[in-house]
């Protein structure tokens, strides 16, 4: 190409290449744009080497490293028959405009990092958007992605301006900061997505809403961090834990449904958020520190019988799950018999208005035990009875209280216990970890 080009390489402002081409060639045209006047490349015609753009094909290091600017090229027009991009081959270029054949199977790392790519569409048949593919592309607007796409791999769209991208119904996997930093309003996550990397969409500042998959157990670690316009998060109700600061300084989220079936709550996962009430199923075993730090938080409901566990920092053991600003007197609903358990648990104790009850918000249930077909709770003739159809005669403790919460009476059970009591009224009946309501 050099001898083609004879002396006139220095005034060349659009180039136009026919006949074959190596990476040799390739290195020629980025001698022709750095240190003469190329913008445009059209590479329609020619015969790319094993139809494969090579490894930093467009790409200048000393430029890039050293003196900070972009290589000047434009815009590149691809052969028809280019079936793959290697690595970083244009990194670092000014590009604003390329076509993706139909061809295209593969692109590799780093292909387009540090572009001034405005819009691109990825042709059927790519299956991944490799690592640091579009990192760094901050003029990069829409994106279409092909219905063949399996994996947007680590870092992928890193810090990329795409505010126009639908995930693709068939994608497999997300990694970690794949979309972090970028511009979406919604991102809706196809139910065929079974992993999702840390950070993933971390710093999304216009996201409003997200959708996570169905069937997912784990919602990953600072996965929606640092976005505070985000106001909707839809959890399925799989999901066992919740990452470490997974939510964390998402100032307009208000309002969340934490899963039924939920295990885990990672530190800091919700700190900053603007929630004005918490309700913890009874499968909920542990609390990171400062999980719930906000000063937004009206009322706390824990289904579980027994107190969850809170985490702490071991350089500060003061430092709990509920540590910081909600307030110590807010009503935290506790079941029946279980208040003096959450008063003496660590983090548990820092609230002081505990209310024990049986009404918890609709959709949610209390814990079931082995236990609960054991005892019988029935009124007869203005009496309550409580009977014990257990094997062995081991004494168990009870209580009885009115609907009003007044304790009527409480003691050991073996076998039976008669009350008399006032008819046409409810009561709440605990026997051991079994609560009851009946109305006589």
Known sequence: MDEA?????????????????????????VRCAKEGRVRVVNLQYAQVKGHRIPDE???????????KKYMPIRRVILPDDIMEIGLFSFFGLALQQINMPASLKKLSDSSFEDTWIESIVIPEGVAEIPVNCFNWCRRLKKVVLPSTLKTIADLA??????DEMTLPDGLDSIGTASLYATSFSEIIVPNSVSKI??????????????VFPAGMTSIPSRVCSGCPNLEEAQIPKTVKEIGLYAFS????????????NLERVGAEAFEGCQLDSL?????????????????????IYSLSPEPPVCGHVESDPERHTFYGSIRQDIPVYVPYGSAKKYRNAFGWSYFTNYIETDRFPTGIVSARTDNAGRYKVYGRDSRLVIEDSGVHSVS??????????????????IKTYTSEVLPHDAYIVRVGDVVRKIKL
């Open 5 to 29: 080009l004879g002396d006139k390489w220095d005034g060349i402002d659009s180039l136009v290449v026919h006949g074959p081409m190596d990476s040799l060639d390739f290195k020629v045209i």
């Open 57 to 67: 094909a467009f790409f200048d290091w000393d430029m890039y490293e050293n003196k």
């Open 157 to 162: 769209f890193y810090a990329a301006g795409v």
């Open 197 to 210: 990397g840390s950070a993933a969409f971390h710093g999304n500042v216009n996201m409003k809403r997200i």
């Open 249 to 260: 300084g998402c100032h307009k989220l208000k309002n969340i449904s934490l899963p039924p």
């Open 279 to 299: 309700v913890f199923p009874a499968t909920v075993k542990y609390l990171g520190e400062s999980a719930f730090v906000s000063g937004s938080i009206q009322k």
């Open 396 to 413: 168990v403790l009870y209580s009885i209280h009115r609907i009003d919460g007044r304790l009527i009476g409480r003691g050991s059970l």
